[in-house]
């Protein structure tokens, strides 16, 4: 069975990074994901917060890092990772494309916010519609946009965009939301932001940018269009864990629990990024985590091979 000292799943930014650093520790490196490296990055048009860059395209960023990994030794294949089960100190990786061993996994798999299934909203990703207002809301300056979801974090957001947008309609399901009070008060009482309550979005318009959304009351069934240029969905995220969870600690919405130098509990794993249990989920967070994984899986390896 092929063997690794280091397999990183995932390969979005954390997963890129952690592939820099383990291939400049020359140690036998491979990244695994199911589609091609980048992650989230290959759905982001313009990255503006990432130190260095003034304005990058997110692809153009992921092609980066990806070539300054490949260049320092890591590998990389397309493999959806199924399980992770542990022999001793060996971890033993199941993949959709067979199945190898290493010394040290890498968890970088991220999360993927859950979408509302309606027309335009895959086409217009990345251009108009976001899943992330501190990556994208710089953009709608002086702009009319909608929020969409009832929980924390769709009104925490609604209230950062008021920094940039002219006007914002929060749109949500129910005629309640389900965010802490502070956050609906903050809501309610903003001059900037419209409730649009029992309504859901049945469809992001547009030709080449978003122009609109046509939106029904639950319950009288009636629809109406609001002219936006961006849409915002915070309807909840899913972390990639399904894999990991039989054996590594998690909080209650499933992301991965570690220390502050990225260890869990299981010796040997990792954990970097989007997927991990933490305050905020950017591009620099993550390489930082990645960072900080990539040279404690070193010493690990230094420690486990007696050096």
């Known amino acids: 069975m092929e063997h ?20 400049r520790a020359k140690l036998k490196t491979l990244v695994l994901d199911k589609l091609a490296p980048g992650g989230a990055l290959l759905v982001t048009d313009l990255v503006e917060d990432y130190p260095g860059f003034d304005r990058i395209s997110g692809a153009e960023l992921a092609e980066r890092m990806e070539a300054q990994a490949r260049k320092f ?24 494309e067979g199945t190898l061993t290493s010394d040290v996994v890498i968890i970088t798999s991220g999360s ?30 002086n702009e009319v946009i909608a929020v969409v979801g009832g929980g924390d974090s769709a009104l925490k957001e609604a209230v950062f965009l008021t920094k940039y947008a002219s006007k914002i309609y929060l749109i949500h399901r129910r005629d309640h939301f389900r965010a802490q009070k502070t956050w609906q008060d903050k809501v309610v009482a903003h001059p900037k932001v419209e409730l649009v309550l029992d ?33 915002f969905v ?8 399904f894999f990991a969870r039989e054996h590594l600690e998690h909080d209650a919405s499933g992301y991965l629990v570690t220390n502050a130098d990225m260890e869990t509990a299981v010796p040997g ?16 967070n993550a390489v930082g985590d990645a960072t900080v994984a990539s040279v404690a899986a070193e010493h690990y390896l230094e420690h486990l091979r007696g050096h």
């Open 73 to 96: 030794g890591a590998e990389f294949r397309l493999a959806e990772v199924k399980h992770i089960a542990l022999n001793g100190g060996k971890k033993i990786i199941t993949t959709d």
């Open 112 to 141: 993927t916010p859950h979408r509302l299934g309606v027309p335009g909203e895959t086409g217009f990703l990345g251009k108009g519609v976001s899943t992330c207002a501190l990556c994208d809301g710089a953009f709608f300056q």
């Open 234 to 241: 915070f309807v909840g995220s899913q972390p990639n864990t």
């Open 199 to 231: 309504s859901v979005v049945d469809e992001i318009l547009g030709e080449t940018t978003v122009t609109g959304v046509a939106v029904r009351n639950v319950r009288s069934g009636d629809v109406r269009q609001l002219a936006v240029t961006g849409v």
């Open 4 to 23: 690794w000292d280091v397999v990183i799943i995932g390969a979005g930014p954390a997963g890129l990074c952690a592939g820099v650093y383990c291939g």
């Open 269 to 284: 794993i990792y954990v970097a990024g989007d997927v991990r249990s933490q305050l905020t989920r950017q591009i620099s």
